[in-house]
């Protein structure tokens, strides 16, 4: 499979955002007054200690680059071929793209809420997200292909979910996100020599935000049992469906990207699939 748009300069990254509708995470909106009846007091005591770890944000100053990260970017650079470039620049980008779509709809829901709970929940969720978006973005300015993201949010389309969808979304594409980054990172570990990009050094920690995003989609459906029963699993199914499908097919458009760090697209996502299902046992 090869991208249908080569990436030369932001603009090219513009218009694969706005044109592409099907691998490249959308924006979102919700209902907000739904999203106020939303309570956690069944599982207050575990989403207090939840929030207390948001509060503690252990990675305030860590999304910073150091000394070092333009020297080994540029000395780096020099070595990849041009395929894995491409690929690389179209994995930074759809990774920027879904940091933006969660950091949009997270500060659209705190600015529409009421409920204290979820007001603050996605206070901290945006942060997270804005700081990922930020240091993806600074990545993508060491090629020229910065992205406006003012203009970027301008210009993509709003597709409405219910609460619900939301939930379920979040909660599998942000395991699914830890398993992902955890996997590349210990196997970059297991062969650094193999790092082809700076920014992979930063994978470990940047998985705990991943994570305890999700832990907090599992609270809120723990806390609201009714989403995890009846039809409702039958469209718990379907998103996990859809999640894993684009994960498999993003991933087999960029042979050169995990060949460079030997990994098999294909094991690849059966070892992403084993991790996932050990953490939402």
């Known amino acids: 499979m090869k991208q249908s748009i080569t990436i030369n300069s932001a603009e090219d990254a513009t218009h694969k955002a706005v044109t592409d509708k099907i691998f490249l995470p959308r924006f979102y909106t919700t209902d907000f007054d739904a999203m106020n009846k939303i309570s956690v007091e069944p599982v207050r005591a575990e989403w207090d200690a939840m929030i207390a770890e948001y509060e503690a944000d252990n990675n305030r100053d860590y999304f910073q680059r150091d000394a070092s990260f333009a020297t080994e970017v540029h000395e780096l650079d020099m ?3 041009p395929e894995l ?3 690389f620049l179209d994995f930074l980008f759809t990774t ?7 950091c949009i709809l997270y500060n659209g829901i705190k600015r529409n809420v009421s409920n204290p709970d979820i007001k603050r929940l996605m206070r901290y969720m945006a942060r997270d997200e804005t700081r990922h978006a930020s240091f993806i973005n600074s990545s993508l300015k060491d090629y020229g292909l910065g992205i406006n993201t003012s203009d970027f949010k301008q210009n993509k389309k709003f597709t409405f979910f219910k609460p619900r969808y939301i939930f379920y979304a979040i909660y599998l594409s942000e395991t699914i996100g830890y398993a992902r980054y955890i996997k590349m990172f210990r196997q970059l570990e297991a062969y650094p020599e193999r790092r082809f990009h700076t920014i992979f050094r930063w994978f470990q920690r940047w ?4 994570f305890w995003h999700g832990e907090s989609m599992a609270l809120i459906m723990r806390a609201n049992p009714e989403l995890l029963k009846g039809p409702n699993l039958l469209l718990i199914r379907f998103f996990l469906l859809a999640v894993y499908a684009i994960m498999y097919v993003r991933d087999h458009m960029r042979p050169a990207l995990k060949q460079a760090i030997i990994l098999k697209p294909t094991e690849y996502d059966f070892e992403v699939f084993s991790i996932t299902n050990e953490i939402i046992k």
């Open 85 to 87: 470039k491409q690929e």
């Open 79 to 81: 070595k990849m071929s």
């Open 96 to 102: 920027l793209t879904s940091e933006l779509s969660g």
């Open 207 to 210: 998985c705990n935000d991943e």
